[in-house]
């Protein structure tokens, strides 16, 4: 076999994780083998209604992927496939993929459907959870990828009954389709691909709640899981997103959750928390009150509430205080039948203070957790690699992807369980070590696409085609579509209107682009979503049918009518038909805009050397670009440098010191240690930074790495008496056998000091891990110590349940307190004393403690306000790094070209900060890999003949494109810079800037319009 590498990757699962590694793969240069068992690309996230903490649409947030991942030349996607053999090493592997008979060919099929018509056959429907039917010839989605049919060869007659004895049984499909497209010869093949690297993202499956049978599942019927419950919720889903019980179909008004369903259970070997259902039982809990025509109560039992994530707590708490969500700490004993014929399910739990209780619901769901699937299992046996003990892969210590085989990636569920941000961050990042990995080859294997020449449409009589999305009921249930679509007709330039189903599926694009064709179409508007995640997907899709991008207007009738006016259904509407119209009338004026091309700079500027920094300094400089690395502390490691061991018991001194020592002599990267930035400017492809030192960097791309501090307690005695510290402190003085903590004799640990408080409304995520691994070290060096842990929630997700358990197992006590009776630190004499109500005895105890160790919050760092306002970030509420898209671009900002990764984004942990870090550098180098930086074009010009060289405009503006040339007494403005964003032409006062694409004389007419 030949040592020389591969540029392709092959990608195991075409879930969120899969889909998204292809692209920035795709993207940087590199073929990709996508392989799903399935029949179509997605994954479990087509099942899901909303996703939180955003309610973000599930299929709008996935829809323009599916499509960009299917039309992608350097993607090539085999569904009904699973890896069968590997062989070769780092570089250079060959892989033998079996692909099952579809029995229907995917060049002939046109997804009309017309054989699910004819089949005779229905079976319950997987992808519905088996509350819906299907046939034996079906499509697993409406908007699946490929947009094709597929024939069940378990359940069709013909597969079953006659293919074997030679008869003509059925066969309805093949009479049905008119396109040829089925074909029940069809044989299963294998074939061979070479790669230089794989990524494995096979997802998971859901635990199968039926094994417990105190929780009536599969006898009740009033009792369904959590998945269920998403489908009932979905505007796809069986009952069209009218939320009713299967079994009745009676509107459910009192509906119960009940947590940790087969996860946080050492009964049956998985006492580890699924990390997720916490949070989607909350979503659940609110949209149930959005989708139901009744008032709807609902209640969620539950251990701990964990939601450590970024904006988690405030979602937690705008359920419980403003949606009127009901939360019970309790333990559920069982679930029965009420016996008064109702159908409804009966709880009986025990609260905190011991009493047996028993309620009526309704409906019953169950958060069932996460588990490795068969074919997880499968496929890590396959390749030979370490699982842990539940089965799911195990990473190499602190790599955030590695798997045990050199080349071999992870992302997503494959590794653990986790939610969409954290997936599609890991996926980045396991792309960007498959990059780096296989540098030399980049582009070796890829294909450009070519575009038809584009019309000439300038002087041609305006032809507007409308398309306005249902989005199945997503906008359906509110706005009456048609009605907008006839609306639509009997506006001026209108040629053609009609309604889709959803709009940003793929065969949907393939409709628009040949209605184009048809109907001489020379502007598009279409009604649905937000730009902000759809437009480039509408507008790929003008380009491909040889329009001019910006010929195109969207209006944004689910966020700003269906969402907003979902009790208003007659308002919603006619608000529909006014910013139909405004985008009818705005794309009328709209004309052919070019892009501007210019030059990248493929050298990137990394801010901050603690562990994010170094890490993606270091991915980007494998992936042969020169990096900038820029440290203001005269040393690197940030403080990770004040760790002795990592979540996993990794010694990170040493860990550290080799991550140091392979960046200081790493050719591609050069270190500024010991000096600030003075100044940035630029933009994508041409940035250029200033130091403190006077010293200029030229880059294309920047990531931001620098990290958060420590809160510094202002209570509980904290700087008043050494025995009080923080968790960082505690960790030191256990390194250094500091006296203070070697002697004591009771130890008392806080929780959320600093955290879940209006000062700091957040999780700082980490602590309570933190504090267990620090009770751990303490209890098992002095095992008669006394060590007590005060805590409001014990957030041990993941694996990291499995300490909690050994902590109380050796005798660690843990002990909740409420967030309005905090615990209460005195000294009397010369003995500290901590005070804390017990929640069980419903009584305050005292500790006499020698050692009280604070978990102190994570904060934003102070630098982050600077850094924004220089590279023009957002940041949130609380100072930390505000991505682009939480699920979509988890670790891009809204400015081109600049990324975050680390603690500054949110409070993580070791390994998820590395995760991160390769991530950010991940994507940074899909940026870097293009030889030209292409902007849009829609930048502000200026009317000479107006202009009076006021330079107002050229204060204004942030980017610093506008200048006043004093000569000639006019603002000029540089393309290269502008963002578009409009703050110059709305603030010249004799109106001689405009915008391309959103000028005065558009939006005095869409006005007028009104």
């Not at 966020?559 to 259904?569: A, F, N």
């Not at 209460?824 to 005895?841: A, F, I, Q, S």
């Not at 900002?893 to 984004?905: E, K, L």
Request: hydrophobic share 40%.
């Amino acid at each position: 076999m030949s040592q020389n590498k591969i540029g392709s990757v092959l990608i195991v699962g075409a879930g969120i994780a899969g889909i998204q590694a292809a692209l920035d793969l795709a993207e940087s240069g590199y073929l990709v083998h996508l392989v799903e068992e399935s029949s179509a690309i997605g994954g479990t996230m087509p099942m899901l209604d909303k996703t939180f903490p955003t309610n973000d649409c599930s299929m709008c947030i996935l829809s323009p992927k599916l499509v960009e991942c299917g039309r992608h030349l350097n993607v090539r996607t085999y569904t009904n496939s699973q890896v069968v053999k590997t062989e070769g090493e780092a570089g250079n592997f060959k892989v033998t993929i079996k692909q099952k008979a579809r029995y229907i060919d995917l060049d002939k099929c046109t997804g009309c459907g017309a054989c699910a018509e004819a089949c005779p056959v229905k079976i319950d429907d997987e992808f519905n959870q088996g509350l819906g039917k299907r046939k034996a010839a079906f499509k697993q989605y409406s908007q699946a990828f490929p947009n094709a049919y597929g024939i069940d060869e378990k359940n069709c007659l013909y597969q079953t009954r006659g293919k074997a004895k030679g008869k003509d049984i059925c066969l309805k499909c093949v009479k049905a389709c008119q396109a040829g497209a089925i074909d029940h010869h069809m044989e299963d093949k294998e074939f061979e691909v070479e790669v230089g690297s794989m990524i494995l993202n096979p997802g998971f499956k859901i635990f199968d709640a039926s094994s417990l049978d105190y929780y009536g599942y599969g006898k009740i019927k009033s009792v369904v899981t959590s998945l269920e419950f998403e489908r009932l919720l979905s505007a796809s889903g069986p009952f069209d997103g009218h939320l009713v019980r299967p079994f009745d179909k009676k509107e459910p008004q009192k509906i119960a959750w009940i947590q940790c369903v087969g996860s946080r259970n050492a009964k049956i070997n998985n006492n580890y928390c699924s990390g997720v259902c916490c949070m989607y039982a909350i979503k659940e809990a609110v949209i149930a009150k959005e989708h139901s025509h009744i008032p709807v109560d609902t209640t969620i039992f539950y251990m701990d509430m964990r939601t450590p994530g970024k904006d988690f707590e405030k979602y937690y708490n705008n359920a419980k205080n403003q949606q009127g969500v009901n939360f019970i700490r309790s333990r559920v004993y069982e679930v029965t039948e009420a016996t008064d014929d109702s159908g409804d399910a009966v709880i009986r739990y025990s609260t905190e203070d011991g009493q047996i209780v028993t309620d009526q619901f309704d409906l019953v769901v169950l958060s069932v957790g996460l588990e490795p699937g068969d074919s997880s299992k499968e496929l890590a046996s396959l390749l030979d690699l370490k699982v842990n003990k539940f089965g799911f892969a195990e990473l190499e210590p602190l790599t955030g992807v590695n798997t045990s085989k050199a080349g071999v990636f992870a992302a997503g569920a494959f590794s653990g369980p986790r939610d969409i941000p954290e997936t599609v961050m890991q996926a980045s990042a396991a792309a960007g070590a498959a990059s780096a990995l296989l540098a030399e080859e980049r582009g070796t294997l890829v294909s450009e696409k070519e575009y038809p020449p584009e019309m000439d449409v300038a002087g041609d009589v305006i032809r507007t085609g409308v398309f306005i999305c249902h989005c199945g009921v997503n906008i359906g249930s509110v706005v009456d579509v048609p009605s907008v679509v006839e609306y639509a007709k009997t506006l001026p330039t209108v040629a053609y209107a009609t309604d889709k189903i959803y709009a940003c599926s793929q065969d949907a694009q393939a409709s628009i682009k040949a209605l184009i064709s048809e109907h001489k179409l020379n502007r598009v508007v279409v009604s649905s979503c937000s730009p902000r995640t759809h437009e480039p997907l509408f507008q790929e899709t003008l380009k491909e049918a040889g329009l001019n991008a910006h010929l195109f207007d969207m209006a944004n009738i689910r966020d700003q009518c269906s969402w907003v006016h979902m009790s208003e259904p007659e308002k919603a509407t006619e608000k529909a038909k006014d910013l139909t119209k405004l985008a009818i009338v705005r794309a009328s004026m709209q004309q052919q805009v070019q892009p501007i091309f210019m030059d990248m700079n493929h050298a990137a500027l990394v801010i901050g050397g603690g562990v994010a920094g170094m890490t993606s300094a270091l991915s980007l400089a494998d992936q042969g670009y020169e990096v900038h690395l820029v440290e203001k502390d005269s040393t690197l490691g940030g403080v990770a440098r004040r760790f002795s061991t990592g979540f996993r018991g990794e010694d990170m001194k040493a860990f550290l010191a080799d991550l140091i020592e392979k960046v200081s002599s790493h050719a591609n990267i050069k270190l500024h240690v010991g000096v600030g930035i003075k100044d940035v400017g630029g933009f994508l492809g041409n940035f250029t930074t200033t130091l403190e030192n006077g010293e200029q960097i030229a880059h294309g791309v920047a990531i931001l790495a620098i990290g958060g501090q420590e809160y510094k307690p202002k209570e509980y005695l904290y700087g008043e008496d050494a025995r009080v510290m923080t968790q960082i402190e505690m960790d030191e003085a256990l390194f250094n056998h500091d006296s203070k903590v070697e002697n004591a004799k009771n130890f008392v640990f806080i929780q959320c000091v600093g955290s879940r408080c209006d000062e700091n409304p957040y999780c700082s995520r980490t602590c309570c891990t933190k504090s267990v691994k620090l009770a751990l070290k303490v209890k098992k060096k002095n095992p008669s110590a006394n060590v007590f842990v005060l805590y409001r929630d014990m957030r041990t997700y993941g694996y990291f349940e499995e300490e909690y358990e050994e902590a109380r197992r050796i005798g660690i006590l843990f002990v909740r307190y409420s967030e309005n009776a905090k615990p209460v630190v005195n000294k009397e004499g010369d003995t500290l004393v901590v005070t804390v109500n017990d929640h069980v005895l419903d009584r305050p105890i005292k500790i006499e403690a020698d050692v009280i160790c604070l978990a102190a919050a994570i904060k934003a760092p102070e630098d982050g306000k600077q850094l924004s306002k220089w590279f023009k970030i957002p940041l949130n509420a609380e100072g930390f790094f505000l991505e682009a898209h939480m699920k979509l671009r988890p670790v891009d900002f809204s400015t081109d070209g600049v990324f975050m990764a680390g603690i500054a984004h949110s409070p993580k942990n070791m390994e998820e900060v590395i995760a991160q870090a390769k991530a950010a550098a991940g994507r940074a180098g899909v940026a870097l890999a293009k030889d030209k930086v292409e902007s849009a074009g829609l930048n502000a010009f200026v009317n000479s003949r107006k202009c009076t060289a006021c330079g107002t405009c050229e204060a204004v503006c942030s980017a610093k494109a506008i200048a006043v040339d004093k000569e000639k007494r006019v603002a000029v403005v540089n393309d290269a810079l502008c963002k578009g964003c409009g703050a110059c032409a709305s603030s010249c006062r004799c109106g001689a800037l405009s915008l391309r694409g959103c000028t005065n004389e558009q939006i005095v007419e869409m006005l007028n319009a009104l």
